[in-house]
C-alpha cells in the first residue's frame, strides 16, 4: 500500500512540473475571474483558450489533450495539477453562496465550490498566447451561455466527442480560418456599411 502511494505521489510530483503553462492559465483566469470559476467554467475557458490557439498557430498553450468528462472538456491530469496546486498554497477551493429571500426571509444558499487563486500567474505565455488568454476571459467572462456563440466550432467538436475519450485538436481545412466573434464581425459589417 505504501508502495503505490509512493509511485503516485512522485507521479503527481512530476505532472506539476511538467505543466507551468497549465498552471499558470488556471492561475490567469482565476485573477482575471475571481470567485466565478467552478471546475466545469474553469476547464471550458481553459478549452477555448487552448482550442483557439491551436487553431491559430497550430499548436496548443497548455500542451496537454483534453478528455470529454461530464460537463465540460477537462485537461488531462488536471485534478492532479488542482490537488498539487492546493497543498502548495497555489488556489483553493470556496463555496459560493447567495443570499435569496423565501417566504420574506433572507436565506443564504451554498451555489457550488469555486476556484480561488492565491499564488499570482507566472509570465510563462508568449505575447500571443497571453493575447488570446485575455481575449477568452473577456469574451466569456465566466458566463457560458455565451460560448456556443463565440466558440461554435470548438462547442460543437467537444460535444461532438463521445464521453471519457481524448477530444483531438481541431484543425481547419486548407484556406479557412477560424471562426470570428460576433463582435469582430459586427464591427466589420458596420465598417462597411459607413465606409
Known sequence: MEYGAHISKQLV???YEATPKL?????FFLKRIPD????????KHLYYADGHY?????KAICELPYLHIEG??????FNEICMKMISKGELEVVPSVATEVRDGKPLIVLKGLVFRGIAEPPAVFSRDEQKVLNSVAATLA????LETRYFPHLYQHY???GLFEVIPHMHFP??????LSWKAWARKVFRLMWQ
Open 142 to 145: 465566466g458566463d457560458l451561455s
Open 159 to 161: 460535444a461532438g466527442t
Open 174 to 179: 486548407e484556406g479557412r480560418r477560424p471562426h
Open 54 to 58: 491551436f487553431q491559430k498557430r497550430g
Open 23 to 27: 498552471r499558470a492559465a488556471i492561475l
Open 13 to 15: 510530483n512530476d505532472i
Open 72 to 77: 465540460s472538456p477537462q485537461p488531462q491530469f
Open 36 to 43: 466565478k470559476l467552478n471546475r466545469i467554467s474553469l476547464c
